[in-house]
């Protein structure tokens, strides 16, 4: 979670009490895809040098028609309000609430190669047998340092299956550093 967690939760809550609630999710994957595949979107939103007139222009010629209007309105009010800064923060804290109010798990995967469909959808039956929750979204990442095999970090549990955990266990055991 981001550091500007103090700011974003009571927006983050607001927001999902506005929200359409059927596409509440998309929405906020969608800003949360804009942001992270646009420095340039970052760095507007960020700049205190722009007016937040020009903001809201921004957001609504990125947003509008492809969010809900009530998503568009309020981030017309975080401009106004002078935190649209914090919207990437205020994504991330209103995902995770939109996921537990949803019953949907994260896992945050790091595998050594990128998986298959056939092993991502036998990793999400597994996981949702081990977690008992009716949906698990996967975070996928690859980490080729893990040599082989992968990690699983769901709430606070971790499995770490990696071949790297594994000299790394062994070379406790023999007395060796690593």
Same mark, same amino acid.
């Given at each position: 979670?981001?550091?500007?967690?103090?700011? *974003?939760?009571?927006?983050?809550?607001?927001? $999902?009490?506005?929200?359409?609630?059927?596409? !509440?999710?998309?929405?906020?994957?969608?800003? *949360? %895809?804009?942001?992270?595949?646009?420095?340039? $979107? =970052? #760095? %507007?939103?960020?700049?205190? &040098?722009?007016?937040?007139?020009?903001?809201?222009?921004?957001? #609504?010629?990125?947003? %509008?028609?492809? !969010?809900?209007?009530?998503?568009? #309105?309020?981030? @017309?009010?975080?401009?106004?309000?002078?935190?649209?800064?914090? $919207?990437?923060?205020?994504?991330?804290? +209103?995902?995770?609430? *939109?996921?537990?109010?949803? +019953?949907?798990?994260?896992?945050?995967?790091?595998?050594?190669?990128?998986?298959?469909?056939?092993?991502?959808?036998?990793?999400?039956?597994?996981?949702?047998? @081990?977690?008992? *929750?009716?949906?698990?979204?996967?975070?996928? #990442? !690859?980490?080729?340092?893990?040599?082989?095999?992968?990690?699983? =970090?769901?709430?606070?549990?971790?499995?770490?299956?990696?071949? =790297?955990?594994?000299?790394?266990? &062994?070379?406790?055991?023999?007395?060796?550093?690593?």
């Amino acid at each position: 979670m981001s550091k500007n967690l103090k700011v *974003a939760k009571p927006y983050a809550d607001a927001f $999902l009490d506005i929200a359409n609630k059927s596409t !509440v999710i998309n929405d906020l994957d969608c800003i *949360a %895809a804009a942001l992270s595949e646009s420095k340039d $979107l =970052q #760095k %507007a939103i960020a700049n205190p &040098l722009i007016s937040s007139t020009a903001k809201k222009d921004i957001i #609504k010629s990125i947003f %509008a028609g492809n !969010v809900d209007a009530n998503t568009v #309105k309020f981030m @017309m009010v975080l401009c106004d309000r002078g935190r649209i800064n914090y $919207l990437e923060s205020i994504v991330e804290a +209103a995902l995770m609430l *939109a996921y537990k109010n949803s +019953a949907i798990e994260i896992a945050y995967v790091t595998s050594s190669v990128e998986l298959s469909s056939a092993q991502t959808e036998t990793l999400v039956e597994k996981l949702k047998t @081990m977690t008992k *929750a009716e949906q698990i979204k996967l975070n996928l #990442k !690859v980490d080729a340092s893990l040599i082989g095999g992968f990690k699983v =970090q769901i709430g606070s549990k971790i499995i770490d299956t990696s071949v =790297q955990n594994q000299l790394r266990q &062994l070379s406790s055991y023999l007395g060796a550093s690593v």
